[in-house]
């Protein structure tokens, strides 16, 4: 009997009464098949789709259901995927991958006849997931009040989820077989690869059954393969990966011959939601390939990383799924329990742009959906900058009729608008479609070994891998294009590049090249060419900042057909080492400066007070010569701001640099010179970020001067952190018995008490106890040094003088 069986009536009246449910179930519990299943079976809904992340997985997962039903896939249970959709009017449970929903849902928004939504291995957390869930729950308030939906996994992050989603979780305990851990540290980590195949061969030694073997990619599982060519005969090496095609993953999957023990090497595909026979030994490596989104490029790099503990725990599941099992770890307990929980979600460590695109598509802003974690301003603009780019969102925006196409292609989204604009250009430029179908065919199935894509493609033409034929057969079957034997014709290749990669599109700059999204970036050791243009296709490394494959490109020849790339501008600036104005007319394409002369237009005013901006942008408030009452007006209304945010606006000098147009661009438009601008008093600029009634305010609560008990107005002196100070004549004070406070009692006040000859003597924040204890000892020294000024036995009750006692 499995657990979740156990839970299950609890489960179905919990999913009748709430809109969103929590299952935590271990591995091996059922909820991926035993449940899904039952539920159909009982009728308790009219039509499930459940969500599995990976394609293997839900292609596995819809065949043995199907079986357990004596039926082929398509009749009572479905499957949607990429490239192949198995569903009839008697399907009653689908089985969908996370792009397949996402455009199930912009198709159908109310999801009609859908009555049941799981999201399998929800803590995965994929950027697909988090968009399909968040536009589940809006179909679910908005229209759909009768839609329940399910999330699942082995390891959610229960307090958080059920916090968020103000839901319930119900829980099976217990997996179906025990588990044992067995650690492997090994002296140096950065040989962890070297160390696995001896582990395989101990752990094959010591155990009984099959062993899954947890490895980053295709590369570690080559290398390990390559290492077990001694393995007894009895012994069985298969992998399992993504990439591979649907009869090899099979053959990894099914239970080992009789007599025989099976090792598979595999990837984090087998990490949830796959059961193979026989496997009772799981050997992780802790490691996963993961992709890194580096901002600044534009570039997601496939980079290795450590797993979390919620992963290997998944990990682990794989050996305890038909009977008792055992983990064999690499590294100490100790390195494994300083993992982090969970994995981060892709949402923040991914390009948004597809997000932001399905978002607008729906109608809504990214700000608007729900959302568990929610993408950062550098990440929204990044992605806001790339979709204008791809002409799928307009200057204030908007989704785009091309950019509603770009989404409903099914491919990412860069690869989209290629071959979609490849399709309207293909009567002016002959043979730029099949041109384009050839080269997302080479894109996709990542089998390029030439820097040089005209090259590359060339070659794949001659001698196709067999991933790149089955990738071109895909898209010439969809897009309807019968294969030709003639040449392939690579004369528009830069320009097919720009239509995928605008940002990409690269001048050379010394020794490297400057991108249009204002990134730098290298070549590659091995890359050959000097282009002083380059069309990028991938980039990788370290950073995201080293071209791997491009092609030399012309970029004035993409004027033409890329017209929004483009812009002219008037560039003035202040050049400090020549000290002069630069006023130039230039072509821009995005960073990249095509063309540059000498303005035809006069310098007007407003656009050299923009050159004096951006000299102050760059230098702050150390442009100007030395203002100290300006700079002492500066902390004052910073202080005011932060101690007083509910009478005085947010005032800093960060927010003043960066917003300096606002308050100071009008007062440097007569400014000729470098020496006039450095010269510039800032003060009446900076006073007017305050209306007349908060100056008034301002000099009331944090004064410029304090009148002391001797009538004198003595000047204070502010700073940020810390209290305010004032430094005063001892015998000023006299009959203070207490230290004055600024700000309504907000900000203390420090007292310099000096000399008659202006020499500091004691600082005190409280004057009441100098007066009482401290004091004895300045006076005695004091009356020998100064014996014309007056040093009272009791000073808190004498009257205050700056005169000498002759005179007083």
């Not at 992780?284 to 790099?301: I, W, Y």
């Not at 009148?707 to 700073?719: C, D, L, R």
Request: proline share 5%; hydrophobic share 40%.
């Amino acid at each position: 009997m499995l657990p979740v069986q156990d839970i299950y009536q609890q489960l179905v009246t919990t999913l009748q009464s709430n809109p969103i449910t929590l299952l935590q179930a271990p591995p091996g519990a059922g909820k991926s098949t035993w449940l899904p299943l039952q539920l159909m079976r009982d009728g308790h809904f009219k039509r499930i789709v459940m969500l599995e992340p990976r394609r293997i997985a839900a292609r596995n997962i819809a065949s043995y259901l199907a079986k357990c039903q004596n039926e082929s896939v398509g009749q009572s249970v479905g499957l949607r995927i990429r490239g192949e959709s198995k569903v009839s009017a008697n399907t009653r449970l689908e089985i969908v991958t996370e792009g397949m929903l996402t455009r199930m849902l912009q198709n159908d928004p109310e999801l009609s006849d859908i009555d049941l939504l799981i999201f399998d291995e929800f803590h995965e957390r994929s950027i697909a997931a988090d968009t399909s869930l968040a536009f589940a729950l809006e179909t679910q308030s908005a229209l759909r009040e009768d839609l329940t939906i399910m999330l699942m996994s082995a390891t959610l992050d229960t307090e958080r989820y059920t916090a968020f989603f103000d839901c319930p979780v119900i829980q099976s305990s217990g997996r179906s077989y025990p588990i044992d851990e067995v650690y492997i540290p090994i002296k140096d980590e950065s040989r962890w690869l070297d160390a696995i195949p001896t582990i395989i061969k101990q752990a094959l030694n010591e155990q009984t059954g099959s062993a899954l073997v947890f490895l980053p990619g295709q590369f570690e599982i080559l290398r390990v393969q390559q290492a077990l060519s001694d393995l007894p005969s009895n012994c069985q090496v298969a992998t399992l990966f993504g990439e591979q095609d649907k009869a090899n993953q099979q053959t990894a999957i099914a239970p080992a011959p009789n007599g025989m023990r099976k090792v598979v090497l595999t990837t984090n595909v087998a990490e949830t939601s796959l059961t193979i026979e026989g496997i009772r030994i799981v050997i992780d490596s802790g490691k996963r390939r993961a992709a890194t989104f580096n901002l600044k490029t534009g570039v997601t790099e496939l980079t290795t990383q450590s797993i979390s503990r919620s992963s290997a725990v998944q990990r682990a599941g794989r050996a305890g799924r038909i009977e008792p099992g055992i983990v064999y770890r690499i590294g100490s307990k100790q390195t494994f329990e300083r993992r982090n929980s969970h994995d981060n979600p892709e949402i923040l460590t991914s390009d948004i742009s597809q997000l932001m695109l399905e978002a607008k598509q729906w109608g809504a802003s990214i700000d608007e959906l729900t959302l568990l974690d929610k993408p950062t301003e550098q990440q929204c603009e990044q992605a806001s900058n790339l979709l204008n780019m791809l002409e799928a969102i307009d200057s204030k925006g908007k989704l785009t009729p091309l950019g509603s196409k770009m989404l409903s292609f099914g491919a990412d989204i860069r690869l989209a608008h290629m071959l979609l604009k490849a399709q309207i250009l293909d009567d002016q430029l002959p043979g730029i479609f099949r041109l384009a179908i050839y080269l997302v065919a080479l894109l996709e199935s990542r089998v390029n070994s030439a820097n040089e894509l005209s090259l590359a493609l060339h070659s794949q033409q001659q001698r196709p891998h067999p991933v790149f034929k089955q990738q071109l057969k895909y898209w010439q079957s969809r897009l309807k294009v019968k294969d030709e034997n003639s040449e392939l014709n690579t004369h528009h290749i830069s320009l097919l590049v720009a239509l995928a990669y605008p940002d990409r599109i690269a001048k050379k700059r010394g020794n490297g090249y400057l991108l249009a999204n204002g990134a730098g970036a290298e070549l590659n050791a091995d890359y050959w060419h000097n282009d002083d243009y380059l069309a990028i296709a991938t980039m990788g490394g370290h950073k995201g900042g080293r071209i791997f494959t491009a092609t030399a490109l012309n970029p004035f020849e993409l004027q033409e057909f890329l017209p929004h790339l483009f812009s002219e501008l008037t560039r003035c600036e202040f050049d400090e080492k020549s000290a002069r104005f630069i006023h130039q007319d230039e072509v821009k394409l995005g960073a990249i400066t095509l063309s540059s002369q000498p303005s035809k237009q006069k310098l007007d005013k407003s656009e050299r007070a923009k050159a004096w901006l951006s000299l102050f942008a760059k230098h702050g408030f150390a442009l100007f010569n030395e203002q100290p009452d300006a700079q002492q007006l500066l902390i004052r209304m910073s202080l005011a701001s932060n101690l007083m945010p509910d009478k005085f606006p947010q005032i800093n000098e960060q927010q003043l640099i960066q917003n300096a147009a606002l308050w100071l661009g009008v007062f440097l438009e007569d400014i000729k010179t470098l020496t006039q601008l450095k010269k510039f008093n800032y003060f009446e600029a900076l006073q007017n970020c305050f209306d007349w009634q908060q100056q008034s305010r301002l000099k009331q609560l944090l004064p410029l001067r304090l009148t002391v008990p001797s009538g004198s107005n003595i000047k204070i002196e502010y700073q940020l952190d810390g209290p305010a100070k004032l430094s005063v004549r001892m015998q000023e004070v006299y009959g203070l018995t207490s230290t004055p406070m600024l700000a309504n009692g907000k900000l203390s006040l420090l007292m310099e008490l000096l000399s008659p000859g202006k020499r500091s003597l004691q600082l005190t924040q409280d004057l009441a106890h100098f007066w009482a204890s401290s004091y004895r000892d300045v006076q005695k020294e004091m009356k020998g040094r100064y014996p014309k000024h007056f040093w009272p036995d009791d000073p808190a009750n004498s009257v205050a003088t700056n005169r000498v006692k002759s005179k007083m």
